[in-house]
């Protein structure tokens, strides 16, 4: 039997034109050293650049009036910053005659250390960074954002009159891109439908401020998981699936799904071919449910049965497998599969539930392994590994008609013709769509389609294929029954389907 195939690829993705930037970040500490001595807790933005080794200096209010501003003056010099809302942050590069703006001037005149600002009230540190900066005009300014509770300690002190002096030392440095990033990709090869696809993954990069265990580690470790298990029960019962199920780790996901997006536009043939895509990008909360279309739910029903049948009696129903009727596909999420929405492929992200509060780990600095819910980690892969074997083994792929995708450039894809049949072996009506063409046609379960506008479909990928490629908005269809022959002339754009003879 064929084993797991797995490869690296280079996906380059470039944001704009110009020489990109790469960044590192190694070592960050910072410390009050008057007129207490306190380690801080901080972080700071990705893309930005550290001190020149360890900085002390004087912690200075920003001013709120120009007579504070004209108090400043002459002893900026390596301060540091405590800036309490951006309405008093020093604003640097402005034309605009406001005090911030003037303020960031003096900055800049006399050369402060950096700008300290509070976190969010619920204490949460998040990481961010834009990528999107030139190599020949690098950001010069360091911004920190600390804990609130100790920025309110120094903001106290600074009020109550007490000289208070920090000292941040924070190593992160910039390197000439482009940088090279990886998707990693694994596949299960097919049998008699091998050319088609299904894939499962998530994303391999996380924040560099935050640990990534859930973002993405859990979404990583699943993918990883269900390949293992997959890989077993089919060495122990000497099968194969039908399509080719490939498990896809991409890179870049963080700074606007890069890798995916590189893949698909190096390898726009395979979209074609893909039956969907499902993605593990929500934590460690159990994968506990999908969402599907009505032309979805049929084929959905029948491959997650086992599944919602498997975990039904689980005592936690947190880990209860369910299908989520909609009307379209969720997009707008951010994660990989909305690259592939946007290329007309049926993308999903899990439904997940459970006990662990995502919002508290991602890109914060809580986001490590012992947030990561062991038993909800064991259920999601062995949902993932069902779902890749039955979905990978239906007699058809996964409807696109009813996606609610948006269209490039706002319109319908003019050569999406579809027959309204849900297809076995040998090109058999297994099922119709509900009031499609087919029915109008007078087609029937049981029935076999023969050819499509004169050329012979032997298989779904010619039928596809055949489709796509007609240049009008009609043809005529033959199939069979039993011995006989019939016929109807399918017009897509009246949405009509008319007898005819063979």
Request: aromatic share 8%; glycine share 10%.
């Amino acid at each position: 039997m064929e084993g797991l195939v797995v490869v690296a690829e280079i996906h380059r993705q470039r944001s704009k034109p110009g020489r990109p930037v790469g960044f590192d970040r190694r070592f960050a500490s910072g410390h009050i050293t008057w007129p207490i001595k306190e380690k801080l807790v901080f972080n700071t933005r990705s893309w930005t650049p550290g001190t020149d080794g360890a900085e002390r200096g004087r912690a200075v209010l920003a001013p709120t009036s120009d007579e504070e501003l004209e108090a400043l003056r002459g002893h900026l010099k390596g301060a540091w910053v405590i800036a309490t809302s951006g309405t008093y942050a020093p604003r640097f590069g402005s034309d605009r005659d406001q005090l911030r703006d003037r303020f960031g001037a003096l900055c800049d005149e006399e050369g402060i250390s950096g700008v300290i600002r509070p976190s969010g009230k619920n204490g949460l540190l998040r990481t961010s960074g834009n990528y999107r900066i030139e190599w020949d005009n690098l950001p010069t300014r360091v911004s920190i954002l600390l804990l609130r509770d100790q920025f309110s300690l120094i903001y106290d002190y600074l009020k109550e009159g007490q000289e208070v002096e920090l000292e941040f030392d924070i190593d992160q440095s910039f390197t000439e891109g482009p940088i090279p990033q990886y998707n990693v990709i694994a596949e299960i090869p097919g049998t008699d439908l091998a050319d088609e696809l299904m894939i499962f993954g998530g994303h391999l990069d996380s924040w560099d401020g935050a640990g990534g265990a859930q973002d993405n580690g859990t979404g990583t470790s699943t993918t990883l998981e269900a390949a293992r298990l997959l890989m077993k029960a089919m060495t122990e019962h000497g099968v194969q699936p039908r399509r080719t199920i490939r498990f896809m780790l991409w890179g870049g996901e963080e700074q606007g799904l890069l890798g995916s997006r590189a893949y698909i536009a190096q390898h726009p043939e395979e979209n074609e071919r893909i039956s969907a895509v499902i993605v593990h990008d929500g934590g460690t909360n159990a994968c506990s449910g999908i969402r599907a279309t009505p032309l979805m739910m049929p084929l959905f029903q029948e491959a997650f049965a086992p599944i919602i049948q498997y975990t039904a009696d689980e005592e936690d129903d947190n880990l209860r497998f369910r299908l989520v009727s909609a009307e379209r596909l969720p997009r707008g999420i951010g994660s990989d599969h909305d690259a592939y929405l946007s290329a007309n492929v049926p993308g999903f992200f899990w439904e997940q539930r459970g006990t662990a509060n995502y919002s508290y780990v991602h890109h914060t600095q809580h986001d490590w392994v012992p947030q990561v819910v062991q038993a909800y980690q064991r259920g999601t892969a062995r949902v993932v590994a069902s779902a890749a074997w039955r979905l990978a083994n239906m007699n058809q792929t996964v409807p696109r008609d009813d996606m609610g995708q948006r269209q490039q450039r706002g319109q319908r894809d003019r050569n999406a013709k579809r027959v309204g049949v849900f297809l076995g072996e040998g090109m058999e009506i297994t099922d119709l769509v509900g009031d499609g063409l087919a029915k109008k046609a007078g087609m029937a379960k049981g029935d076999v389609i023969v050819s499509v506008d004169g050329k012979e479909v032997a298989n779904q990928r010619k039928l596809a294929t055949t489709l796509r490629e007609l240049k009008k908005d009609s043809a005529k269809i033959v199939w069979k029954r039993g011995d006989k022959l019939m016929a109807a002339t399918f017009d897509w754009k009246a949405k009509t389907a008319v007898s005819t003879e063979p």
